[in-house]
């Protein structure tokens, strides 16, 4: 039977490794490629200009994408359970595909949307392809419990063997037969709206360093993969959180968005490892995709993961409420010329080091301000690029040593941290260019500057500059203790777990096999 069918993209924003667009064009004479342009996104999130603008390019290059393919995408604005219901009579819709998503609100609007799929007569068909594997595969392999530490989470993996391969993108044969309906004023209609056009305010809009897309992502993707030496030596804690040019791959906006498939990122990982030597999980690229498919699988797991109260794995602790201290991080006015520096990165660029979100999640939490780590949440989720639910919550709870990480008592220095890889700061002096003719000796510490430095420089602390909003040697010693009382209070059930949950007894064939090898 010919079908008439919706492919609706929201995440996986791109033509390859794309099951759910293959399975819409099987049998199909009409194809209708749809972005719906949700409201709930712009009253229950946080999403700054710089990641609209990502989101908008990344949309124009799907467009572009689809047009090789004879085809269009339609952008439509409103709730999915009603534009939905309209599109399914309007244009005799038959089947409607999507990518799984896992997140919460996702899984509730998915599930509405099947039900009136269904009583439309629409064949809904959801496909994975956001995350290497199946998340909820990986917790019924562990026994329908979720994985709680990376080492756990590995021999469960193991387990389930590789991720699948990656499905190629659609070509113009596998278009043979199947048109999209799009008329002359498509653009009028259906196009993809401007900044302006959605009303958003554009005038602190940053540099475009990352331009949405998966023609850039997979050009990325290629620039990295032939460095093959880079890769196969690659280990996350030996890059730099305050280089110049970023020394990770900055394909995280890519993979968020879904413009670059994970499984496609890992397989060409594993072309490059191929016959080589190289480094290991959790330190190596391959490394760094598990991470991931770690904090998805806590994030589906874990109720109320992105939140402390009702969270079961989440350590309660007595944050203080400081508005004052929370703007002076947010807005780059902490005093701590790193800190700032780093914060003054992320409003402006969109992307920091993974070692940079360490030194500023510690600083604002447990480290010096003892502010929330869902504060810090959302101040990532507006100014991120990347920002993801399952990350941003797993990765704030284990900086915060709420959950995951329990060693609270190590904390990062404001200062001496960021001295380790970049002595001299030039990085502090590329943000902050109003400290940039300070020596280094004073860079990092510009209040200890003696007042004719200070005037040579061109920069009074307290004046043109904020002197230190705490004392950190004072600040933190009294947070570990507070912390220490927090994990007083849990009670014994709630004790961290670090050996991971018992597994199931191996098949006794294989036990019998391992035996006969020996
Ligand atoms: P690479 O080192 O090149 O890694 C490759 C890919 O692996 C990344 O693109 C990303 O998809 C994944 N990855 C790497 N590190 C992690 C990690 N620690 N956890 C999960 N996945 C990882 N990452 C996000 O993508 N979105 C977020 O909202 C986010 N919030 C964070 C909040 C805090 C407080 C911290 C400490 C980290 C957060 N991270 C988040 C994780 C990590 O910092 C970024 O994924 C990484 O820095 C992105 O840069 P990259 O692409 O160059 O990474």
């Given at each position: 039977?010919?079908?008439?069918?919706?492919h609706?993209?929201?995440k996986?924003l791109?033509?390859?490794?794309?099951?759910?667009?293959?399975?819409?064009?099987?049998?199909?004479r009409?194809?209708?490629?749809?972005?719906?342009?949700?409201?709930w996104?712009?009253?229950?999130?946080?999403?700054?200009?710089?990641?609209?603008?990502?989101?908008?390019e990344?949309?124009?290059?799907?467009?572009?994408?689809l047009?090789?393919?004879?085809?269009?995408?339609?952008?439509?604005?409103?709730p999915?359970t009603?534009?939905?219901?309209?599109?399914?009579?309007?244009?005799?819709?038959t089947?409607?595909?999507?990518?799984v998503d896992?997140?919460?609100?996702?899984?509730?609007r998915?599930?509405?949307?099947?039900?009136?799929a269904?009583?439309y007569?629409?064949?809904a068909i959801?496909?994975?392809?956001?995350?290497?594997?199946n998340?909820?595969?990986?917790?019924?392999?562990n026994?329908?419990?979720?994985?709680?530490?990376?080492?756990?989470?590995?021999?469960?993996l193991k387990?389930?063997?590789p991720?699948?391969k990656?499905?190629p993108?659609?070509?113009?044969?596998?278009?043979?037969?199947?048109s999209?309906?799009?008329?002359?004023?498509?653009?009028?209609?259906?196009?993809i709206p401007?900044?302006?056009?959605?009303?958003?305010?554009?005038s602190s809009?940053?540099?475009?360093?990352?331009?949405?897309?998966e023609q850039?992502?997979l050009?990325?993707?290629?620039?990295?993969?032939?460095?093959?030496?880079?890769?196969?030596?690659?280990?996350k804690?030996?890059t730099?959180?305050?280089?110049l040019?970023p020394?990770t791959?900055v394909?995280?906006?890519?993979?968020?968005?879904?413009?670059?498939?994970?499984?496609t990122?890992?397989?060409?990982?594993?072309?490059?490892?191929r016959?080589n030597?190289?480094s290991?999980?959790?330190?190596?690229?391959?490394?760094?995709?598990?991470?991931?498919?770690?904090?998805?699988?806590?994030?589906?797991?874990?109720p109320?993961?992105?939140r402390?109260?009702?969270?079961?794995?989440?350590?309660?602790?007595?944050?203080?409420?400081n508005?004052?201290?929370?703007?002076?991080?947010?807005?780059a006015?902490?005093?701590?010329?790193?800190?700032?520096a780093?914060?003054?990165?992320?409003?402006?660029?969109g992307?920091?080091h993974?070692?940079?979100r360490?030194?500023?999640?510690?600083?604002?939490?447990?480290?010096?301000?003892?502010?929330?780590?869902?504060?810090?949440?959302?101040?990532?989720?507006?100014?991120l690029?990347?920002a993801d639910?399952s990350l941003?919550?797993g990765?704030?709870?284990?900086?915060?040593?709420?959950?995951f990480?329990h060693?609270?008592?190590?904390?990062?220095?404001?200062?001496?941290?960021?001295?380790?890889t970049?002595?001299?700061?030039?990085y502090?002096?590329?943000?902050?260019?109003l400290?940039?003719?300070f020596?280094?000796?004073?860079?990092?510490e510009?209040?200890?500057?003696p007042?004719?430095?200070?005037?040579r420089?061109?920069c009074?602390?307290?004046?043109?500059?904020p002197?230190?909003?705490?004392?950190?040697?004072?600040v933190?010693k009294?947070?570990?203790?507070r912390?220490?009382?927090?994990?007083?209070?849990?009670?014994?059930?709630?004790?961290?777990?670090t050996?991971?949950?018992?597994?199931k007894?191996?098949?006794?064939k294989?036990?019998?096999?391992?035996k006969?090898?020996?």
């Amino acid at each position: 039977m010919s079908q008439n069918s919706i492919h609706w993209f929201r995440k996986g924003l791109r033509l390859h490794d794309n099951p759910a667009l293959i399975a819409a064009l099987k049998d199909c004479r009409h194809i209708y490629p749809l972005f719906l342009l949700d409201p709930w996104y712009s009253t229950n999130t946080h999403i700054g200009i710089n990641q609209w603008r990502f989101l908008m390019e990344t949309l124009k290059d799907l467009d572009s994408n689809l047009k090789k393919l004879n085809s269009r995408l339609f952008v439509v604005s409103g709730p999915p359970t009603e534009v939905l219901p309209k599109l399914f009579e309007k244009w005799k819709i038959t089947r409607l595909t999507f990518e799984v998503d896992t997140e919460p609100y996702s899984q509730s609007r998915d599930k509405e949307v099947m039900k009136l799929a269904k009583e439309y007569g629409v064949e809904a068909i959801p496909k994975i392809s956001h995350t290497l594997h199946n998340i909820d595969r990986i917790i019924d392999e562990n026994n329908g419990k979720t994985p709680l530490t990376y080492v756990r989470f590995q021999s469960v993996l193991k387990a389930i063997g590789p991720p699948k391969k990656p499905v190629p993108a659609p070509t113009k044969e596998d278009m043979k037969g199947v048109s999209t309906p799009f008329s002359e004023d498509h653009e009028e209609k259906f196009g993809i709206p401007t900044l302006e056009d959605l009303g958003l305010d554009t005038s602190s809009l940053g540099p475009d360093l990352f331009p949405g897309g998966e023609q850039e992502a997979l050009r990325r993707l290629d620039e990295h993969m032939q460095r093959p030496g880079w890769v196969c030596k690659f280990e996350k804690p030996q890059t730099s959180p305050n280089a110049l040019i970023p020394s990770t791959t900055v394909l995280s906006p890519y993979v968020r968005f879904g413009c670059l498939s994970a499984r496609t990122f890992w397989w060409r990982l594993t072309d490059v490892y191929r016959g080589n030597k190289h480094s290991e999980p959790p330190v190596s690229l391959h490394g760094q995709l598990l991470w991931r498919e770690f904090f998805y699988t806590t994030g589906v797991g874990i109720p109320n993961f992105n939140r402390m109260e009702g969270n079961p794995h989440c350590v309660q602790v007595d944050w203080d409420n400081n508005p004052e201290h929370l703007a002076a991080w947010r807005e780059a006015r902490t005093g701590f010329p790193f800190i700032d520096a780093i914060m003054t990165q992320l409003r402006q660029e969109g992307w920091i080091h993974h070692l940079a979100r360490h030194a500023v999640a510690c600083f604002l939490t447990r480290g010096d301000l003892w502010i929330s780590w869902e504060e810090g949440q959302k101040v990532f989720e507006e100014l991120l690029l990347d920002a993801d639910w399952s990350l941003n919550a797993g990765n704030w709870q284990w900086l915060s040593a709420s959950a995951f990480f329990h060693q609270y008592f190590r904390v990062y220095s404001p200062i001496a941290f960021g001295k380790k890889t970049d002595k001299n700061g030039d990085y502090i002096k590329k943000y902050l260019p109003l400290l940039k003719k300070f020596p280094a000796e004073y860079i990092y510490e510009p209040w200890k500057a003696p007042r004719s430095i200070q005037e040579r420089a061109g920069c009074i602390v307290g004046k043109d500059y904020p002197r230190p909003i705490v004392e950190h040697e004072v600040v933190h010693k009294k947070n570990i203790q507070r912390m220490k009382a927090a994990y007083a209070k849990r009670s014994p059930e709630d004790k961290p777990i670090t050996k991971g949950v018992k597994r199931k007894a191996a098949p006794i064939k294989l036990v019998l096999e391992k035996k006969a090898k020996r």
